[in-house]
């Protein structure tokens, strides 16, 4: 939930000085000024500082020799972060509306840890969670100007949720009689000691994987595993494929001009698809009958 200048101070002003409040909201929540987008650009920078001093402490020879500096490090960036989300607070004219937004969240999360960690040994290795809050550099960069691009790919996988799901359950009845044809040839002494675990390792080999923890010993196992192997690379190409044809017809049907689309208007009674050929009397999504309304006029 973003915030905009409409939340910036009711006509109750508790402040004095409006004009300062409704800077410093501008310059917070703001991104189309200099200050505002300066001011974005310097807490991303802090918070990949902030994300770096957490994982580098992980690490125990750097820890072991800057451990000091980097808890001081960390301090001082959430008492900046601290400071920065009581500010929001104080600006926006609904501050309820503000916590309780996904950005409100992420900014109470992220200065969390490092306090809990007065009482909760271990607990600010969940300061990493602030590296959430690098998502505001899709305000910076105004990148939603691309919600309507990432609607057709939304798009053209709902529209493949049938072909996809029937694709998912046949994966999933090659893996439970591969594995369990596995689990007969092979048996305990190859570490195919159950059926669950030779599914899983039928699972890790159709995906091209291949973690190594279990591998067939005898020359049967061995040749169905090398089928397995061959079947992972040409099954990885079948849900690109359906998505990428609904995606291609979801870009295609919206660029056909208006004289067509009303030829192609033929909606199916059973699923509601309308994206029809002139002629097509079957739907290309469910496969029942198309009403030819047209057709009947002409007749009458």
């Known amino acids: 939930m973003a915030?905009?200048?409409?939340d910036y101070l009711g006509r109750e002003d508790r402040f004095k000085d409006r004009s300062l409040r409704k800077e410093i909201f501008i310059v917070i929540f703001g991104t189309h000024t200099r200050a505002g987008k300066l001011f974005d650009i310097i807490l991303l920078v802090l918070i990949l500082i902030s994300v770096?001093?957490?994982?580098?402490?992980?690490?125990?020879?750097?820890?072991?020799?800057?451990?000091?500096?980097?808890?001081?490090?960390?301090?001082?960036?959430?008492?900046?972060?601290?400071?920065?989300?009581?500010?929001?607070?104080?600006?926006?004219?609904?501050?309820?509306?503000?916590?309780?937004?996904?950005?409100?969240?992420?900014?109470?999360?992220?200065?969390?840890?490092?306090?809990?960690?007065?009482?909760?040994?271990?607990?600010?290795?969940l300061a990493v969670i602030r590296a959430l809050r690098l998502l505001r550099i899709f305000r910076i960069l105004k990148l939603t100007r691309f919600v309507s691009e990432s609607d057709k790919l939304a798009q053209a996988i709902l529209m493949s949720r049938h072909k996809i799901t029937v694709f998912f359950m046949f994966l999933m009845i090659i893996v439970f009689i591969l594995g369990s044809i596995m689990y007969l040839v092979e048996g305990a002494n190859s570490g195919f000691n159950s059926i669950p675990r030779s599914i899983y390792w039928a699972i890790v080999t159709l995906t091209t994987v291949g973690f190594g923890?279990?591998?067939?010993?005898?020359?049967?196992?061995?040749?169905?595993?090398?089928?397995?192997?061959?079947?992972?690379?040409?099954?990885?190409?079948?849900?690109t494929g359906i998505v990428g044809a609904e995606f291609y017809r979801e870009v295609f049907d919206q660029k056909k001009p208006e004289s067509e689309e009303s030829d192609q208007s033929v909606k199916c009674h059973v699923c509601g698809e309308r994206k029809h050929?002139?002629?097509?009397?079957?739907?290309?999504?469910?496969?029942?009958?198309?009403?030819?309304?047209?057709?009947?006029?002409?007749?009458?």
């Open 277 to 300: 050929p002139p002629k097509a009397q079957f739907c290309h999504n469910c496969g029942s009958e198309l009403p030819r309304e047209k057709d009947e006029k002409e007749k009458t």
């Open 213 to 239: 923890d279990i591998t067939p010993t005898t020359i049967f196992g061995q040749m169905i595993a090398s089928v397995i192997m061959l079947l992972g690379y040409s099954i990885i190409a079948i849900p």
């Open 3 to 6: 915030f905009g200048e409409k």
């Open 52 to 125: 770096a001093a957490v994982m580098l402490e992980s690490v125990s020879y750097i820890k072991n020799e800057y451990g000091t500096a980097l808890v001081v490090l960390e301090w001082v960036l959430t008492i900046l972060f601290t400071i920065e989300y009581f500010a929001r607070i104080i600006v926006v004219q609904k501050p309820a509306k503000y916590i309780i937004s996904w950005f409100g969240l992420i900014d109470l999360f992220a200065i969390l840890p490092t306090y809990l960690s007065l009482f909760l040994v271990g607990s600010q290795g």
